[in-house]
Every structure is written in structure tokens, then in C-alpha cells.
């Protein structure tokens, strides 16, 4: 048994991002929007500001009203001296909060959470620009982070096809989330078996397949098992549906395994936050080099 | 009481469309995917096509898998002898739909439901292309639908603010129609009170507002009603909760009034649905005008 801190993995992308900010010779400047003034979300963006200020960004914390948000974002977006924008979700909790990732400048989005990444992933289009191979194409921060964090605890192998013969499964389908994660996965070898509440799906080399594989028989094959529903009502994964010699990775603000999965399985990953935040860091520097740096 | 006919309504703009495509002299070609098997959508498919074909529209009606359909909505996209797609939704039910929905090219986009033109609605930009006072902007069809039809039983007066004065609930506000309706009704002079299932919102000058108003008092208050919850589990609006004087317009699949509210109210309009194909053959004929029309 063994549990991933997550923070601890990220300290060494953050020392990276130092260093690469250093490298830059300037600081690139994001703007964080948060539309609430509930203290622990409040506490939680005045947490992510020092680290990204510890990595040498500017970031300028702005607490806006939910309705003056879309505002703000069009305001950031013709903003030159703004980089890179960071939006704490929930805002709406419904469909706005889609409008509202989309309303972001691709150039800007360091969550690379738009359609403009996402359709650029789904299509294994690794390139920024169209037919410009000078500039690298984004990643979701959340999929990159749930990937870096397998890699880093040895569950990537290091062949061409990482995860070759593995089986996954994900409970997330989100757009935002787990389409992208499950795309990056079965793109890197693996057979994913991906859950939402209509039903699965099976990726395997980054295209999907109609599926009639149950959660128990998907639970019980999976070497992997990631999780990201964000509701109570979520039947919580337990030990006896799982093998003892799996990973397991929640990233829902909800727990999604038994408490006590983490003494029966290799591997438990209780968050992947502090890892997302770092992703973000690295993507705002890929936008500062591609699209804001002076040549 | 009166309970109006909304295909009645329809002809006169289905045939204002035979006109107009007529007067192009040329055939614009639609194509709709439908990505069902279930016969009462297929039949559904098969009456719109009839309604494209009968106004002088080619309308290619294509039924694939629905892991097919992105590659498909792609190839059109491409394919220089479509001028306008169609989906039959839902799809997946789920995000992935608004994924596909925002797929189509702009220019192609005879629902008017991307982000392209929706963005542009809330940005109360009239224009199809910046700068070009040429061509003119798609509004998305079924809100447009419905105001087409308020404004042909009398509900929309003549003078620049038609609505001034009166007010509207929407049980709705998704991105597609909710929120461009109350957005449109609020621009023309209405007060709207916005709900979905996380609250209110109220718009005045296209412009939303938090509001602590109740269901009941927003029901109380207003002159017209529009309901648009796919679900059973909505309390269905009945007869004591509003003015018989009113107007009560349902778009949703599910009955949102109760049975009775046609023989209670000023006027019940049932469904929408023969408008939005309508408004679709005009958006249809402007995306030609406005894009493929050799000049």
C-alpha cells in the first residue's frame, strides 16, 4: 500500500517551471477569476496565486461578480499584458460555465480546457498552428496531470506504446476531462473502459467503440482506476471489486473510493490537484513561447 | 382560450422560403445526420427532409453511428457541395453533444447553436463577419422560433421595444435556448425571469441580473410563460399559479402544463417544433446568401 501526494510529485514540475521562467527572461501574467466569495475557494485562489508568484509569474487575482465574469474574460482576452487566464470553476454550475471556458482566447487558455485543445487532441493534432511545426499544441491540465502522476509513480513503461496490455477505467466522461484522459491513454496503449451515467464506451488507440462491459467486469480487469464523479450519490468504488494490485487516482472534490481502499490496493492517489496547478504552469509557459514572447 | 397551430404558422414561412429559393436560382444542400435507429426520430427526420425538399432545398438525410458522427460533421464541413448541416439531437445525451454541436462550421451552422453565433447574439453584434455590413448574423432557430410565433398571435407590438411593459418567465436556460431567448425577449423591452434548476436570473436590456424571485411570484407576474424542461420530474405549471389573461408557450419534448391550462389561458401554443425547421430554412438561405453564393 501506498499513498501519492500529489503535492510532492508537483514541487519538482514547479521547481521545472522556475527554472524555465528564469530561462525566459520575463514573467508571463495571468489573471485568475474567481466568481465567489466563499472563503475556502477564496483561500484555496489566494493558494494557487503564491505558487504560481513562487514559480516567478505574475498573477493578478481578480474577484469578480459571476455576472461581470464573461465581461472580464473578453476584457483579459485583448489585453496585452495578460498571458494566460485561469478561471475557478464551478461559476454557474451549468451550461455557462462551457460558454464560458470557450470564451477564453486559445492563446490565453492555460487550462487548454477549450474546444480549440480539445479538437486538437481528438484529432492527434500536435501542433498549435495549423502547418506551423515551430509551435507545440496544448494539453487539458487535469488528463496531463492525472498522466504525469501515473509516470511518475512507474505505472507509464518507457517503450513507444507506455501502456501497452494495460486496462483502465474512468468514471468521467466530461469533455473537460475524461474524453481527453481517455484519448491520451488508450492513444499511449492502454484499453480504456470510460463510465458515465448514459453508459460505457471502450477506447483503444484514441478512438472509441460502442461497449457492453458492465462496471463490475471493467472494475475487476483494470490495472488502473480513475474517478471523477462529483456527487455523493456515486456508488464509491470498494475493495472487494478491484484487485489489490491496482492503482487507483480520484481527481472529484468527492470521494469516490472507500476510505479504506488505500490499505488494500499498490497504489491510491487521493487528489491530482496540486498536479493540475503545476500543468497549468508549464502550458502558460508553451503560450508565452508560442504566442507572447518578443522574437 | 385558443391553442395555436404551430405548422399553421409555419406555411406561411415555409412558403416565404420557396420563394427565396426560388429567387437564388440556385439550390442550397443541407445534410442531416441522424445517428438513431429508433423509428418515431427517423420518421421525424424523414418529415423535415420533405419539408427542405418541398421549399426547393436539397436536403441529404445521412444516418450513421454515433461514434461516427464527428468524422462525419468534419467531411461536410469540407465538402463544397454542403451548405448547411443538421443534427438531429440528442446524441450522447451529454457534454459530447455540445462538442459536436460546436463542430460545425459557422458557416454551415443552419441551427445557429455554436458558440459562433450565439456569442455574437450576446454581444448584440449583428453582423456575420466583422466589419462587413454585408452580411448579416444567424440568430439560433428555436428561440427565434418563438418569437416568431408570439409575434403572429399578437404578442410582440409594433413600436421599437415590441415587448415594453410585459413580462416573461422561461423555465430554461440552456446556452442553446433558454438563455439567447431571454437575451432576445429582454433586448425587445421585456422583463425576463430566468429559471433552471440552480435559480433565477432576471434580464432587462439583454443584460442579466441576480434575482431572489420565486416561481410563484414570477408566475404570478407574468404575461407570457415558456417551458422548455425535458424531464417529468418538473412541477408542471397549472392553472392556479398563473393569470388566465396569459400566454403559455411550451418547447419542451415533456409536457411542462398541465392538461388543463388550454382551456384556462389567453392563448397555449403546445410545441414549437414546425417553426424551428422553418427558422432553419431561413438560416439556411442566409448562410447561402451570406457565404456560398457565387457572386
Known amino acids: 500500500m501506498h499513498v501519492v501526494d500529489p503535492a510532492a510529485i508537483a514541487s519538482k514540475y514547479l521547481e521545472a517551471s522556475r527554472s524555465a521562467v528564469e530561462e525566459l527572461g520575463a514573467s508571463p501574467m495571468v489573471a485568475g477569476f474567481i466568481a465567489t466569495s466563499d472563503p475556502p475557494s477564496i483561500a484555496y485562489a489566494n493558494a494557487t496565486r503564491q505558487q504560481f508568484s513562487n514559480a516567478g509569474f505574475g498573477y493578478d487575482l481578480r474577484q469578480v461578480k459571476r455576472l461581470e465574469l464573461e465581461d472580464a474574460i473578453l476584457e483579459a482576452n485583448e489585453d496585452p499584458t495578460i498571458h494566460g487566464i485561469f478561471i475557478y470553476f464551478p461559476v454557474f454550475s451549468n451550461q ?15 487550462e487548454a480546457g477549450s474546444l480549440y485543445w480539445t479538437r486538437k487532441l481528438y484529432a492527434n493534432d500536435r501542433l498549435a498552428i495549423k502547418g506551423d511545426t515551430t509551435r507545440k499544441a496544448l494539453l487539458p491540465c487535469t488528463p496531463l496531470a ?80 480513475i474517478t471523477g464523479v462529483p456527487s455523493e ?9 478491484i484487485s489489490s494490485d491496482s492503482v487507483c487516482v480520484n481527481f472529484s ?40 514572447q518578443e522574437s
Open 146 to 225: 492525472i498522466v504525469k502522476i501515473l509516470d511518475e509513480i512507474d505505472e507509464y513503461g518507457s517503450e513507444a506504446r507506455p501502456l501497452r496490455e494495460k486496462r483502465v477505467t474512468i468514471f468521467n466522461r466530461s469533455e473537460v476531462i475524461g474524453r481527453p484522459l481517455a484519448v491520451m491513454m488508450s492513444n499511449d496503449g492502454a484499453t480504456v473502459y470510460s463510465f458515465d451515467e448514459f453508459g460505457p464506451l471502450e477506447f483503444r488507440h484514441a478512438e472509441p467503440f460502442e461497449s457492453e462491459i458492465t462496471r463490475e467486469e471493467a472494475l475487476e480487469k483494470s490495472d488502473i482506476i
Open 253 to 292: 472534490s468527492v470521494k469516490n473510493f472507500e476510505d479504506d481502499i488505500a490499505d488494500y490496493v499498490k497504489t491510491f492517489v487521493p487528489r491530482v490537484g496540486p498536479m493540475t496547478v503545476a500543468m497549468c504552469m508549464r502550458n502558460t509557459i508553451r503560450l508565452f513561447k508560442n504566442f507572447h
Open 233 to 241: 450519490d456515486f456508488r464509491k468504488v470498494n475493495r472487494n471489486e
Open 96 to 110: 455557462q460555465d462551457d460558454y464560458l471556458r470557450n470564451l477564453v482566447d486559445f492563446k490565453k487558455d492555460i
